[in-house]
Each structure stands twice: as C-alpha cells, then as structure tokens.
C-alpha cells in the first residue's frame, strides 16, 4: 500500500485565490511527522511547513497552511492568495519514528497559477 | 540555513561507466539520503545514511551502491551505468531521526546515460 497519496496530478488556480492540496497517509507508527516541499522548474526542493502526529493545531507558515486530520490520515496543504511564483510542484511526505526512519513522498501535484 | 551541495547540476556519461555523484552537506547532519526523481513517480529512495560508514537500503537499490567515509559527505555510485538509470538524482540530509526534522536537499543531478 502506498504511504502517501496525492491524487490531484495536476491543479489550477486564479491568482489572489486560494488553494487546497490534497494528501492522505498510511501509517501505524503513533509517532511520526509529515512535511510539504515545493519543486519548481528549476528542479531544487524547498521544505514549506510541517505537521506532528501529536500537534493539536493545523501548522500555519506564512501564506501556507495545513489541514491535518488525524482520523481521516489527511494532511493537505493549503495556499491563500495565491501568486504566480507558486505556479510548481508540491509534495507530501512523512517520516515515521518507530518503523524504519524513513521519509516517504507521494507522487506530487503540479500547481499552475493562472494570471 | 542548511546548505546541501551536489557536484554537478548536469552530467552525460556512457553506458558501462563507473559514475560517481558527490554530495557535502554544511550543517553536521547525521542522515544523508539519495533519491531518484522520474516523471509521474515522485521520489523513489536509493540509499540512505545514519551515520559515517553505516548505510542502508532504500526502495530501489539495484546497480547503485553508496559511500560515506565522512560525516558530511555522501556519495553514490553507478557501478556500471545503463540508460535506464538517467534520471534526475536528489541528495538530501537530516539532522537526525526526529519526526519533526526536515529533509534539505541539493540542487539535483540530471544525469544521462547515452
């Protein structure tokens, strides 16, 4: 079974609108943390914001923000007032504590702003 | 802020070469990770590093094999390079097993395979 999935390949959005980007997880560990990096075309990865399994509060980073729904395993990111140097890739990705230490990156989503 | 170096942003080598891509991380992490990164498939994992000398396994191991003979300095190896293996290759490190610590990444490898 897949550990993250992204089911949105790809995602428009007007600028100055707000968007949701869509995760969920498959864990057991009680432990474990889940991240959002960006990917534009230039190819490098830019951590965004992070979320942990024992966190009450939804994550909150500047214009990003994540939904996290521990008993529906979803985590998606959030992003008001969209602009156009967020036009790239998104991806989720957790890392568990108890089983394994690794990190684990769904298949990501392509978001285009659109002017 | 974290700095994650790879040593070429492009690189064409092959088929048969022995392939060497280095990456030095800044920082004293303990973890070091090599990805590999194809269309409509995200990241898969290669190898990964919990300290000097120790490595482990990732995802798709196979025709690739890693060194770490220094804290900040990770290096994977191509043994004998085949065109199935072009790709864009990612180096990334940790500072250590919590759940709450990132992965910073390099700049990425597109390496190709002729």
């Known amino acids: 079974a897949q550990k993250i999935t992204q089911t949105q390949p790809g995602m428009f959005v007007q600028e100055k609108e707000a968007v949701t980007l869509d995760c969920t997880y498959d864990?057991?560990?009680?432990?474990?943390?889940l991240f959002w990096y960006k990917q534009p075309s230039s190819g490098e990865m830019i951590f965004l914001i992070y979320?942990?399994?024992?966190?009450?509060q939804n994550a909150t980073e500047g214009r990003y923000s994540l939904n996290f729904q521990k008993a529906r395993k979803s985590a998606n990111l959030v992003i008001s007032a969209s602009q156009l140097g967020d036009s790239a890739m998104y991806f989720c990705a957790m890392r568990e504590v108890y089983t394994g230490n690794q990190f684990y990156f769904g298949t990501g989503t392509s978001l285009t702003v659109i002017p | 802020d974290v700095k994650v170096t790879q040593s070429s942003r492009y690189l064409v080598k092959r088929t048969g070469e022995k392939v060497f891509l280095e990456c030095v991380q800044d920082?004293?992490?303990?973890?070091m990770f090599w990805y590999r990164q194809d269309p409509g498939l995200g990241l898969r994992l290669i190898y990964f590093?919990?300290?000097?000398?120790?490595?482990e396994k990732g995802d798709i191991p196979e025709g690739y094999s890693v060194s770490r003979e220094k804290k900040e300095r990770f290096s994977l190896i191509l043994e004998s390079a085949s065109t199935n293996q072009t790709s864009m290759y990612l180096c990334?490190?940790?500072?250590?097993?919590?759940?709450?610590?990132?992965?910073?990444f390099g700049d990425g490898t597109r390496l190709s395979i002729l």
């Open positions: 920082m004293d992490h303990e973890n």
């Open positions: 979320q942990g399994s024992y966190d009450q």
């Open positions: 590093s919990y300290d000097v000398k120790m490595k």
């Open positions: 864990t057991s560990d009680p432990s474990y943390g």
């Open positions: 990334a490190s940790s500072l250590d097993g919590g759940r709450n610590q990132p992965q910073h």
